[in-house]
């Protein structure tokens, strides 16, 4: 029995060649594009599971608010004390591990590298984290302070073929430290990403517990079975015991507990250890991977459902003859099932193929190799279930439905619902394809909008040479060399990226403030010609002198007197007008001075977040060299620049970047999403107009005899297309209505995680609204001039 509904089903899909094509052609894309997007969802979904202890690993999340702040702050940084003391002070917690970013070259015989995921990590760091171990011990790997644990193909660039283990490498050209262990590479989908880890104990910071000044990135390791919440609360309630004082004046801290497997899509806090993704965007192309599944189920249901009628007979004659409804039910399903199988495995060819391009396109190492073996089973299985009796089960219903007596007599077009139901369904098409349409020019308007936004600085052309930590003393003789060279228009040294400041200082003292004055607020050590270099405006007082450098290299605290400068906002902030803050006296974490000027304001973060106070000062150590080109001969002045830092500091990589290309990194989670969500745009109004396409086809069909009496009657070409596009183009019009402000309101959501965004015009639905209908109209109208170009005689001596 089943042979002969296998061999049935084969017949009618060859038969019906176009219908078959076009069902397979539009399943198959739209698996692939579905396998596409689950794999990518699969890989962001997977990060840090790997741990064996991934369910009790929690990173601690700072929160803090100085008494005078409108806001609180959070961020991924903690200070020293909390891993230590909670440790100490909760049995709930069974261990701890701090992490701090240790970004300095390091040297093996000639080979010379600027080691850019280099961590330095508390002892239990190995018995906390899963990071499999080649060589070595992870119990003991980071006991002697001098040890240093590296990744296979760290131990590959340093030492080829030989053995690593017990090697010494020279770090900053000053401290050795042995390799005491080999792990694996780190996984892509770790949020701890490292190629060398060395021990916490090496720093000055680590010899104290300090409860404020963050810098590490703290995680603890809480007892089987220990509720994260309860924990939570009795850390806070020891830091506000602690400081009851403070908290009575305003000054508050404290902590919250992100499970380690939500930290890369979920969490808030700023500064993280690792670019991170975003649970927004999870769901967003979760629904398009099942939006692009259902259209092209869509399509099959709605060929098929046309198709009936030319069925109609068939049916009625197997009735007559004595066929169960269940048994048509059965040999439809089989015909479904068919048509899916070859749709799954053209899917999977054109996943494969895809893999490559689809790994350059979301930033991420893709393939069938991201799953586990015996899910991609399941879920392919799983896929082939849903799509048969999704896409074959209404069909089958419907056609095993049909009265044989009204089909035989050939009254099935005027008793038959389908046509409703292929209308409503091309106009979910159509609703998704224009969705989609209207999405993608916004976000793609967006991000255009941050690229070119004048956030107050000039950032083009700016080299950023990233130099780990070194004084002014070590960088001047350099960038006074590199402003002679062609082609260099100015140089400066900042400690952070100046479109990406880090710093949390506290703005304690204030002329006209009470002595329990506290504001926070964001800093930044730079060196004097920071605001000539990336052409910050001015609004009033000075720029910075020679006078106030060399009073940050002084080692007698008493005899350094700061000069600062703040932007509008920190002048809003502190009850100033600009003309007023210039002169006035400040405190800035131990620093007092004066006000030498006030700078427009410029975005220093991302543009998801306001621009708050910012304060400048000069100091005496920096982490970025930032270099004004002209932007001629760039290649040349890279190479002068390349000459001379080989001069100047021969310990150290040459290694640079353009502040423009950091800045638009910061986006790449949007970029990443809006390319996607482009790219599957087009795939969606290509299985839209394919399935429109086949309709046509069966429409044409159906009114062939129509069209003859029309042309013989005197009808022209224009008019019997304009009848017979006429209809679809009804229905793509109706789904423009639907879809627009469904459009609109997601866009308006979306566009508010922005602070500086744009406003939605409404070109954008006129426009998408208007090439969906030229779509729509160039698919039918290819079916539609056929029919009114045929021979009427021939179409008259047709019969249905």
């Known amino acids: 029995m089943i042979k002969n509904y296998i061999k049935t089903a084969w017949r009618n899909l060859v038969i019906n060649k ?108 190995f018995k906390i984290f899963s990071f499999k171990f080649l060589k070595g011990n992870a119990a003991t790997a980071l006991k002697d302070p001098s040890a240093v644990v590296i990744t296979a193909s760290t131990a590959k660039k340093y030492f080829g073929n030989e053995d690593a283990m017990g090697k010494v490498l020279k770090v900053n050209n000053k401290q050795n430290m042995m390799v005491s262990g080999v792990v694996e590479d780190v996984p892509e989908y770790s949020q701890i990403k490292f190629d060398m880890v060395g021990s916490y104990a090496i720093t000055e910071h680590s010899k104290t517990r300090r409860w404020d000044s963050a810098n590490d990135y703290s995680y603890l390791l809480l007892k089987p079975g220990v509720n994260m919440v309860s924990v939570e609360q009795k850390m806070n309630n020891y830091v506000a015991e602690m400081f009851k004082d403070d908290f009575r004046q305003g000054h508050k801290m404290w902590f919250k507990l992100e499970p380690l497997t939500d930290v890369h899509l979920k969490s808030e806090a700023t500064y993280p250890l690792t670019p991170s993704g975003n649970i927004k965007y999870i769901y967003i192309l979760g629904a398009v991977a099942v939006i692009l599944l259902l259209l092209a189920c869509v399509n099959f249901l709605n060929l098929v459902t046309a198709k009936a009628i030319e069925r109609g007979h068939e049916i009625g004659v197997r009735k007559v003859m004595g066929a169960a409804r269940t048994q048509l039910f059965t040999q439809f399903i089989i015909e479904s099932a068919m048509i899916t199988l070859v749709s799954l495995l053209g899917g999977l060819f054109l996943a494969d193929l895809s893999f490559k391009w689809f790994s350059d396109f979301s930033g991420q190492h893709l393939g069938f190799q991201t799953w586990n073996t015996s899910w991609l089973i399941m879920a392919l299985l799983g896929l082939f279930i849903t799509v048969t009796f999704l896409a074959g089960t209404y069909p089958s219903l419907y056609l095993s439905a049909f009265n044989p007596i009204v089909t035989l007599k050939g009254k099935l077009t005027n008793t038959s619902g389908g046509r409703a139901l292929r209308r409503s369904l091309v ?58 060279l062609p082609g260099v228009l ?77 932007n509008e906002k920190a002048a809003q902030a502190l009850g100033w007008k600009a003309e007023e803050a210039v002169g006035k006296h400040i405190g800035l974490n131990g620093r007092t001075g004066e006000v030498r000027g006030v700078v427009q304001n410029f975005n220093f973060a991302s543009l998801h977040q306001e621009i708050t106070p910012i304060v400048m000062f000069t100091e005496d150590y920096f982490g970025k060299i930032l270099i004004k080109t002209s932007g001629n001969n760039t290649a040349q002045t890279i190479s002068a620049v390349k000459e001379k830092w080989a001069a100047f500091n021969p310990a150290t990589p040459f290694e640079y970047h353009f502040l423009d290309q950091e800045f638009d990194d910061m986006y790449k989670a949007e970029q990443r999403t809006g390319s996607i969500l482009t790219a599957f745009t087009f795939v969606t109004v290509f299985i839209s107009c394919l399935g429109l396409f086949g309709l046509a086809v069966f429409s044409t069909r159906q009114r062939l005899k ?25 229905l793509v019009i109706i789904s423009v209505i639907i879809a627009s402000p469904i459009a609109w309101y997601a866009m308006h959501r979306w566009l508010q995680d922005f602070a500086y965004k744009i406003s939605i015009q409404i070109w954008v639905f006129i426009a998408a609204g208007a090439v969906a209908i030229l779509i729509a109209f160039i698919t039918v109208s290819v079916q539609s001039l056929k029919a009114a170009l045929a021979n009427p005689v021939k179409s008259l001596r047709s019969s249905d």
């Open 18 to 125: 176009v219908t078959s094509l076009i069902s397979i052609a539009g399943l198959a894309v739209g698996i692939g594009c579905f396998i596409l997007l689950a794999t990518y969802l699969l890989n962001e979904l997977r990060y840090d599971r790997f741990h064996v202890n991934a369910s009790r690993i929690v990173r601690v999340a700072y929160n803090y608010k100085s008494s005078d702040d409108a806001e609180a702050k959070t961020t991924s940084v903690t200070p020293t004390a909390p891993v230590p003391v909670f440790k100490q002070q909760l049995q709930e917690i069974e261990d701890g591990v701090r992490i701090y970013w240790y970004n300095n070259p390091v040297q093996y015989q000639d080979k010379l590298f600027n080691e850019k995921r280099f961590l330095l990590a508390d002892e239990p760091f």
């Open 427 to 484: 106009i979910f098409q159509f609703v998704v394809s224009v969705f989609f349409m209207i999405c993608t020019v916004i976000a793609g308007s967006q991000l255009r909008y941050i690229q070119h936004l004048n956030i107050g600085i000039d950032r083009s052309q700016v080299m950023v040479i990233d130099i780990g930590g070194k004084s002014l003393k070590d960088i001047k003789s350099f960038n006074n060399e590199v402003t002679r």
């Open 490 to 566: 100015s140089a400066s040294a900042s400690y952070d990226s100046p479109v990406d400041v880090h710093g949390g200082y506290s703005i304690n003292k204030a002329d006209g403030k009470n002595s329990d004055y506290n504001l926070s607020v964001t800093a930044l050590p730079v060196e004097r010609s920071f605001l000539k270099t990336l052409g910050i405006k001015l609004v009033q007082g000075n720029d910075f002198t020679d006078a106030d450098e060399q009073r940050s290299t002084l080692t007698d605290e008493n005899q350094r007197s700061y000069g600062f400068i703040i």
């Open 706 to 730: 129509e069209v003859g009496v029309r042309k013989v009657l005197g009808a022209s070409v224009f008019s019997i297309v304009k009848l017979v596009s006429g209809d679809f183009l009804k």
